[in-house]
């Protein structure tokens, strides 16, 4: 299983409808950057989440003000 961080750009455009089920894109991280946020109510949080080759994952700013994602991070179908 991966453990390794990899870098994630930052989404620049909004996906379609039919794919971001119950995301919310916002900026709540960095004011000029756009992510999508899955917010989960049992805990009344929300994360910062990124579509990538068909899966959500979520993402985690670093000090560098970027986000990294690795793979023991992908939501399972029914998190999303």
């Not at 870098?7 to 950057?33: S, Y």
């Amino acid at each position: 299983m991966e453990k390794r961080w990899t870098e994630v750009p930052v989404q620049t455009e909004k996906l379609p409808d039919t794919e971001v089920g119950t995301t919310i894109w916002g900026n709540a991280h960095i004011k000029e950057r756009y992510v999508y946020y899955n917010y989960v109510k049992e805990t009344d949080t929300s994360h910062a989440v990124k579509y990538i080759n068909g899966d959500w994952y979520e993402i985690n700013l670093n000090e560098d003000k970027k986000f990294y994602t690795k793979q023991t991070l992908r939501l399972q179908r029914e998190d999303t």
